[in-house]
């Protein structure tokens, strides 16, 4: 009897791993796609942010680009107005507005967009005061210049000129920001510089 039972259960098992083995193949195929279909989607998911890499990348390089830019041509427009300056002969009269202070705008918040500058005031005849207090008078031996005429001048702020040096460069957009932000072969960096034309006083 137990012979009988003992052959009863190994025949039990092997018919259970026969079973077993004929849906290991389906089992297999099922787990081949899913590596499949996970090897796919984190292939796409390597390109979305290799391109999101390749875009940041080529931001940083386009500012690196224009800050570059931007600082060479503020020395060039420095250096052209400070040979303005030490000209000896003087420059061409400049416009430029004699800013005392600005007065908030309707957000009634000083220094946003929509301050307002405030060009009347006495900016003209301030420099000339400004002499009257000093007593250069007391200074023996004064040379005649720009400096000593201030008091008597009837536009003193006309005595110091105003000389502006300009300077830009033309900088390549890189494709990739051409194609995604600014659809233009290249951007043009402008600087500006004022200086006092000081050839006179010296």
Partial sequence: MQNE?????????????????TFRPSFC?????????????????FMVGLVVMLVLLAGL????QLTHARTRTMIAARAAAG??????????????????DWVPGPDRRR??????????SNAVTLPGELVGQA?????????TNALSTLKDS?????????????????VPILPIIR????AHPTLEVESTAWLVWTGGIY
């Fill in 5 to 21: 039972e003992v052959i009863r259960q190994r025949s039990e098992v092997r018919d259970q791993s026969a079973e077993g083995s």
């Fill in 29 to 45: 195929i099922l787990h081949s796609a899913f590596c499949i279909s996970s090897r796919g989607q984190a292939m796409v998911e």
């Fill in 61 to 64: 390089i386009q500012i690196g």
């Fill in 83 to 100: 040979l303005l300056a030490m000209n000896p002969t003087p420059p061409l009269s400049e416009t430029a507005l004699l800013i005392t």
């Fill in 111 to 120: 220094h946003t967009h929509d301050d307002m500058a405030l060009v009347t």
């Fill in 135 to 143: 007593h250069l008078e007391r200074v023996p031996a004064a040379p």
């Fill in 154 to 170: 009837p536009n003193p702020a006309g005595d110091f000129f105003l000389v502006k040096g300009e300077a830009s460069a033309s």
């Fill in 179 to 182: 194609r995604l932000v600014y």
